[in-house]
T-cell receptor, first 115, second 113 residues
Framework: DAGVTQSPTHLIKTRGQQVTLRCSPK?????VSWYQQALGQGPQFIFQ???????QRGNFPDRFSGHQFPNYSSELNVNALLLGDSALYLC??????????????FGAGSRLTVL | GNSVTQMEGPVTLSEEAFLTINCTYT??????LFWYVQYPGEGLQLLLK?????DKGSNKGFEATYRKETTSFHLEKGSVQVSDSAVYFC????????????FGTGTQLKVEL
């Protein structure tokens, strides 16, 4: 049973460019969340998608946007990249929106470097 | 807002030593509490969780007790192994909070022979 898969694993962009990261949730999961993990820090919640709609959003600017497809996979888009966007981007999936006790399954992440 | 505070690392121990990683939190109501572990080059894996006061989560010899009175969820293991070397994250999720976890900054554990 495949877990959460993310692509690409590593990428390098320059300031001002745009990036798209992709995530396939664990089989049977219908909810996808994205987190940003800066070096040496804990993950920070970006947003959560369920039924193809953004359901919750953390404290991130509108440059960060996402999408969920009918097959539950998801994309994270970041526009006008800044040096500070360099981080590991983690995708996590779960079943239903949850009561707060849901267990998230994390992917290995996409490491973005902005030069 | 919600927050999680963990002891700073790195924590360096000899194999078979006792481990404690402190975690305290600030949240309204009764959040669920989690410990996640991150091995080098990998994503986060759930280690254990507790959903109400006085619950004890346990897995792979690790355990943590949800202490409402001290707003703490300290991670312990009686005898660590070299394979336990990783970064450990304490996290909380507000009741009804969907999948919005609030993480601490992580504590790196190094276990030496």
């Amino acid at each position: 049973d495949a877990g959460v898969t993310q692509s690409p694993t590593h990428l390098i962009k320059t300031r001002g460019q745009q990036v798209t990261l992709r995530c396939s949730p664990k089989s049977g999961h219908d909810t996808v969340s994205w987190y940003q993990q800066a070096l040496g820090q804990g993950p920070q919640f970006i947003f959560q998608y369920y039924e193809e709609e953004e359901r919750q959003r953390g404290n991130f600017p509108d440059r960060f946007s996402g999408h969920q497809f009918p097959n539950y996979s998801s994309e994270l888009n970041v526009n006008a990249l800044l040096l500070g966007d360099s981080a590991l981007y983690l995708c996590a999936s779960s079943l239903v929106q949850g009561s707060g006790a849901n267990v998230l399954t994390f992917g290995a992440g996409s490491r973005l470097t902005v030069l | 807002g919600n927050s999680v505070t963990q002891m700073e690392g790195p924590v360096t121990l000899s194999e078979e030593a006792f481990l404690t990683i402190n975690c305290t939190y600030t949240a309204t109501g009764y959040p669920s509490l989690f410990w996640y572990v991150q091995y080098p080059g990998e994503g986060l894996q759930l280690l254990l969780k507790a959903t109400k006061a006085d619950d004890k989560g346990s897995n792979k010899g690790f355990e943590a007790t949800y202490r409402k009175e001290t707003t703490s969820f300290h991670l312990e293991k009686g005898s660590v192994q070299v394979s336990d070397s990783a970064v450990y994250f304490c996290a909380l999720n507000q009741a009804g909070g969907g999948n919005k976890l609030t993480f601490g900054t992580g504590t790196q554990l190094k276990v030496e022979l």
